[in-house]
C-alpha cells in the first residue's frame, strides 16, 4: 500500500488541478469531483478518464491564450 501512495501523491503533487478547478468553478468540494471522475470511469470503462483529460487539455490551451496583461505592450 505505501506504492500506492507515493504514486497518488506524486499525482496530487504535479497533476492539472483539473478537477479543483471545477470544483471552484462549481463551488463545491474538489473531492466531490474527484470522485465522480472515479466512478465515471469504472461504470463507463474508461470515458471519464478520457473526459478528464480532455478538460485538462481544454484548460491548459484557455490558460495559454487568455493570460493577464498588465498593459498594451505586454504582447
Known amino acids: 500500500m505505501n506504492i500506492f501512495y507515493k504514486i497518488l501523491l506524486h499525482f496530487q503533487k504535479h497533476g492539472y488541478y483539473v478537477c479543483q478547478r471545477i470544483a471552484d468553478r462549481l463551488g ?24 478528464y483529460l480532455f478538460l ?17 505592450f505586454d504582447l
Open 28 to 51: 463545491i468540494r474538489a473531492k466531490v469531483v474527484r470522485t465522480s471522475f472515479i466512478y465515471l470511469t469504472f461504470v463507463t470503462l474508461g470515458f471519464g478518464f478520457a473526459l
Open 56 to 72: 485538462s487539455f481544454l484548460m491548459r490551451v484557455k490558460d495559454l491564450v487568455y493570460t493577464k496583461r498588465s498593459s498594451v
